[in-house]
């Protein structure tokens, strides 16, 4: 009895580890199948004829991204995307290939993010490719630990679990071009500023190279401030990004104006205002050639070689006219910030840090050092 006992709980044993060697077969004969195979097949070869990428939640927000003749464009805000990260998106989704199978229950959609968009409580996003009349739809779920994510195809009911991880955000700040402008201080020649019903004040880099900004005017008795307070105002305009853009409204000029003028000739004026715990800028570029010819780099003059006099010609033979002197080329201009600059800032606000706001917009007090005995 003992012994036919210990036979069946052997024979149980071996059904169980039987039953477990099929599973783990099986699950492996499933991603063999899988094999890292791409999500999109055909995608990759057509990635230089996509020209929209739709992104949507069921909550109703969403960003179209749309292949202009001058480039990329957040359609939603009418302004620039940020090229560089639609590119990453665009790459990632063609190399997307899929790692292991997850649920095909719908009632388990919502543990990974894959339920359908159609509802306002959704956590997944719909990314829409479109090259010509191909379109490639893909439901985005949640992040898997940074491994991957997990997605489904719209109609199919498995989701899974893939590689890379994609970031398929559709709020539109997220891909709009931040960028205003990357200017180093140094370029800065003079900046003109007046705050609020304050008096205008001029800050002067007097050539290229020189570290010192002189102040004026200095009122009798008092001092400007040290050359590296001054000099963050010049600063404030490298990788100068912003928060948010939106159309300029009638009443959108400010009571602050700041004007930089560059030793190439850039000249970019910015109006601005504070709305609470808010501000916003509207901003116009131009080029001053006169400004750019005053600091351009005097080239030496070669010395002036003894003339050579050629033997009067043979009678009769043609004397040869002499060649044409060379036109004087004016360089070409290297940094083209001011006319980008010009072409996107047009009609639209800028909505801005408000410590870049600070460091842009000084009032004069700021500029000065201290009154004596007034607390610092």
Known sequence: MKANKTLLLAVAAAALLAAGLFLTLHRSSEQAELGGGAVFS?????????????????????????????????VERAFPAD????????????????????????????????????????????VEVVAGDK??????????????????????????????????????????????????????????????????????????????L????????????????LSGQADALASFHFDDVRTATEDAAGPDTVTYRTFDGQVITFTGRREG???????????????AAKFAPRTPTPATPEPIVAPPPPAGEAIAAAPEPAADKTPPVEDKSAERLSARSQGVEFEIPVYKYEAIFRPYEQTLEPKAGAAR
Not at 215 to 225: H, M, N
């Open 135 to 212: 379109t490639w739809k893909l439901i985005v779920g949640k992040s898997a630990e940074g491994r991957g994510v997990y997605a489904r195809k719209p109609g199919e009911a498995a989701s899974f679990l893939a590689s890379p991880l994609i970031t398929a955000d559709p709020d539109q700040k997220r891909w709009i071009d931040r960028l205003i402008i990357d200017l180093p201080g140094a370029k800065v020649h003079e900046i003109s500023a007046r705050i609020g019903k304050g008096p205008t004040y001029l800050l002067t880099r007097a050539e290229p190279g020189a570290t010192e």
């Open 42 to 74: 055909d995608l990759k070869p057509a990635l230089a004829q996509v020209d929209e990428i739709h992104l949507s939640k069921g909550d109703g927000s969403s960003t179209t991204l749309r292949k202009e003749a001058t480039g990329w464009t957040v």
């Open 277 to 291: 715990d808010k501000a916003f800028v509207t901003v116009t570029a131009t080029r001053d050639a006169e400004l």
């Open 83 to 126: 090229a560089q990260r639609v590119r990453e998106l665009a790459l990632a989704l063609a190399d997307l290939r899929m790692v292991e199978r997850k649920t095909a229950d719908p009632a388990n959609y919502a543990r990974l993010g894959v339920e359908d968009t159609d509802s306002p409580t959704a956590a997944s996003t719909l």
């Open 214 to 229: 002189a102040l004026s005017p200095v009122p009798k008795g008092r001092t400007a401030a040290s050359s590296m307070a």
